[in-house]
């Protein structure tokens, strides 16, 4: 019988699980190469700490926990960051007028208010409010394949009343 190291073990099963790891921190960062900066950071934690890893837990949910310990730390000091030179508006030669945005808006605003009642609320419960299509079908009372029906119309009427 073969003598596998716990730690080599561990280090295999970590390779196992990078690509659920990857997909797992792309829910925090957008940019490919900030993914594998943040995938690179917790395995090299992971392997780090591999001595206060319990075996027989989920090896899956620790390093998910690393991960998202690894970027709540990482936000917190890029919020901290100042502003430098290049983003300061007094540098500008010239600043976009901030009018066309307001127009833009108050099309926006007019042609949501001309939707009708059971689409607007659709839309703003999912897409403004931001929540799950099956809430917001207990909310309308319907069934969620029509909550879906009615955001895909409102926002098909939106584009059309809007271009």
């Known amino acids: ?7 080599e073990m561990l280090g295999q099963q970590i390779v196992e699980l990078l690509p659920q790891l990857r997909a797992f921190a792309r829910r925090f960062e957008r940019d490919p190469a900030k993914v594998e900066d943040l995938v690179q950071e917790v395995v090299s934690r992971a392997l780090a ?3 206060k890893f319990t075996v027989g837990t989920n090896l899956r949910s620790w390093l998910f926990t690393i991960t998202r310990n690894t970027f709540c730390t990482h936000f917190a000091l890029r919020k901290r960051e100042t502003a430098g030179r290049e983003d300061c508006v ?8 901030s009018q066309e945005w307001v127009l833009q ?3 926006f605003i007019r042609a949501l208010d001309e939707l009708p009642s ?19 079908a ?3 009372d ?22």
């Open 1 to 7: 019988m073969l003598y596998v190291d716990r730690e």
């Open 90 to 97: 007094s540098e500008q030669a010239w600043v976009p007028p």
């Open 142 to 163: 319907c069934p969620t394949g029509t909550i879906k029906s009615r955001v895909n119309r409102a926002r098909e009427q939106l584009s059309q009343r809007l271009t």
């Open 49 to 51: 700490n591999l001595d």
């Open 118 to 136: 059971k689409y607007r609320t659709a839309l703003e419960l999912v897409l403004i409010e931001g929540k799950s299509y099956e809430w917001a």
């Open 105 to 107: 808006m108050s099309d």
């Open 138 to 140: 207990e909310v309308c």
